[in-house]
């Protein structure tokens, strides 16, 4: 008798595979299945049952709070199964909606807390007590960090949707952090974060912020990958000219989300490029509009003719940038003009444009290729999405719809395997 299965024949070549798949595989299957389903693998073999309760990964999505009814009772199918599990966890997904769950002591190393409620909900300060976390993501809930909150072993940190607690100043200590994201946050200036290691910061949305949550010279000057959105790069602009970057950073790309153009950004961006001497990619995810008047228009046109020794200085190391969303604007086209003239090590230039008709594609096209280079090596790439000649484009398309077709065929083969082990335990 196999040991896969209670009445399971050997010869059986499909059942045969199933006993013979590596526990790496029967964590993925489990891990795919409702937990519901997954908890009762547990009863087909002493394999299955040893792959369940060593199962590195735990997931109580909203699929799982809808086979429970709301409160203790799933409170108590929780700890039961942190209970009775023996291995290490590894990732722990909890979808809090009407549930006050507290988090035990089980080393769990990622936490991803995400609460789909009308109001926001208060986390329990026991969960800042989880000195094993190396990530932790907050989405949509109010965070209170007790003052000298610490998490020795957290490298990744993402705040999304989340209120901070302000009744008062606290002081956060990440001694490890090496990613921090803000989106949509609220109040994350009531909080003074340490972070020495910090090399990723991504800050979108962030309307509150005006970067008084850590000291921007110390953080910026460690720094490798900088996020930023046009609110946050204006917050950016109105810290005080000498508390801004008085010493080299050490940004090695530079993302712009969502940028509206304006004199008063653009000049901030220019600070942020200037003083940084190895950033070699610039990323601007979109350009927005600038102010529908003729007179912001050229106003912002006629300061950046007369800055060029400076935008000169902040794009000198440049060698890749990327524009997403491009539409094809007098705007952009015209800081597109700007980039090319200024970048003596430019190799690359992507521009992703937005769906438009091929003829006005192609005349855009044609017009940026007429563009002066200030490199000789400069490549502009040129994605449009409809057209099959972009490689690259249409390779990353195939990828996304492979993989998705992938994960569709392993949840599908993930099924049936459970369906002939079910059948062959009781038939």
């Given at each position: ?153 957290l490298v990744s940190l993402q705040l999304e ?144 003719s007369k800055v060029e020794k400076e935008v ?116």
């Open positions: 008798m196999s040991g896969c299965g209670r009445r399971m024949v050997s010869s059986d070549p499909s059942k045969s595979i199933i006993c013979e798949l590596p526990t790496e595989i029967l964590h993925r299957i489990l891990e795919l299945m409702p937990i519901k389903y997954a908890a009762r693998t547990s009863t087909l073999s002493k394999q299955w049952s040893q792959s369940w309760y060593m199962l590195p990964r735990l997931v109580f999505d909203n699929l799982f709070f809808q086979y429970v009814s709301i409160g203790d009772s799933a409170t108590r199918i929780i700890r039961k199964i942190l209970m009775q599990h023996t291995g290490p966890i590894l990732g722990f997904i909890l979808f809090l909606k009407h549930t006050n769950y507290l988090i035990s002591n089980h080393g769990i190393q990622k936490l991803t807390l995400d609460v789909a409620n009308d109001e926001l909900y208060t986390l329990p300060e026991n969960i800042f007590t989880c000195v094993a976390l190396t990530h932790l993501k907050l989405s949509r809930c109010i965070v209170k960090f007790p003052n000298g909150t610490q998490f020795p072993n949707d989340a209120a901070i607690d302000r009744l008062k100043q606290t002081t956060l200590i990440l001694p490890m952090l090496k990613t921090l994201e803000l989106k949509f946050c609220d109040d994350v200036d009531y909080v003074h974060i340490v972070s020495p290691k910090l090399v990723n910061l991504s800050m979108l949305s962030s309307y509150t912020i005006t970067f008084k949550c850590f000291n921007v010279n110390l953080i910026f000057r460690k720094i490798k990958h900088l996020c930023l959105d046009g609110t946050s790069l204006k917050n950016l602009e109105s810290v005080p000219m000498p508390d801004r970057f008085d010493v080299s950073l050490n940004l090695q790309s530079l993302k712009i989300c969502d940028l509206k153009i304006s004199v008063k950004r653009i000049i901030c961006a220019l600070c942020l490029l200037q003083n940084s001497p190895n950033l070699i990619e610039l990323d601007i995810d979109e350009i927005v509009k600038v102010d529908k008047t003729v007179y912001h228009t050229t106003e912002l046109f006629d300061y950046l000169s200085e902040a794009l000198t190391m440049i060698r890749t940038v990327r524009l997403g969303k491009f539409k094809g604007t007098s705007t952009e086209m015209y800081l597109i003009q700007v980039i090319l003239a200024h970048s003596p090590k430019l190799e690359r230039m992507i521009i992703q444009h937005k769906v438009q008709k091929p003829e006005r594609c192609n005349k855009i096209l044609k017009e940026l290729i007429s563009y002066y280079r200030a490199s000789l090596n400069a490549e502009i790439k040129y994605i449009r999405p409809i057209q099959l000649s972009v490689t690259t484009y249409w390779s990353s398309e195939i990828i996304l719809y492979f993989n998705q077709y992938v994960e569709s065929a392993v949840q599908i083969y993930c099924r049936i395997c459970f369906i002939l082990l079910y059948f062959s335990s009781v038939g």
